[in-house]
């Protein structure tokens, strides 16, 4: 199973980025219900920036796939002073622990 963040500038939105969390190989995880926090990497604590999906509508595909995307301005993704270090992770319904994303280190 593995969950990968995308972060790129949003077409038509100068300031706005379009975050995206997929995830796959969730085969026996199909039709449960899936949402992602997306965190700010510290060395003392993580900073809870925003959610995305976990309303219920958004779940894991027949193929044990799912994507989930949000546009966000840049202050959502501006986690502290100089350089953010931004991830997702990700809970998926039925399953125990969180899963960790790949992290993106840009100034937003």
């Not at 809870?48 to 796939?65: K, N, Q």
């Not at 986690?79 to 809970?91: F, H």
Request: no cysteine; glycine share 12%; hydrophobic share 35%.
């Amino acid at each position: 199973m593995q969950v990968t963040l995308f972060i790129s500038p949003a077409e038509n939105q100068p300031g706005n980025y379009l975050v995206v969390v997929n995830g796959e190989g969730f085969y026996n995880s199909v039709n449960k219900k899936v949402g992602a926090r997306i965190r700010g990497d510290d060395e003392w604590f993580d900073d809870t920036l925003f959610s995305i999906g976990g309303t219920g509508i958004e779940r894991v595909g027949v193929d044990g796939s799912f994507s989930l995307s949000n546009t966000v301005s840049a202050g959502q993704l501006n986690e502290d002073w100089g350089q953010d270090e931004v991830y997702a992770l990700v809970s998926v319904e039925g399953l125990s622990g969180s899963f960790r994303s790949n992290t993106i280190k840009r100034d937003f």
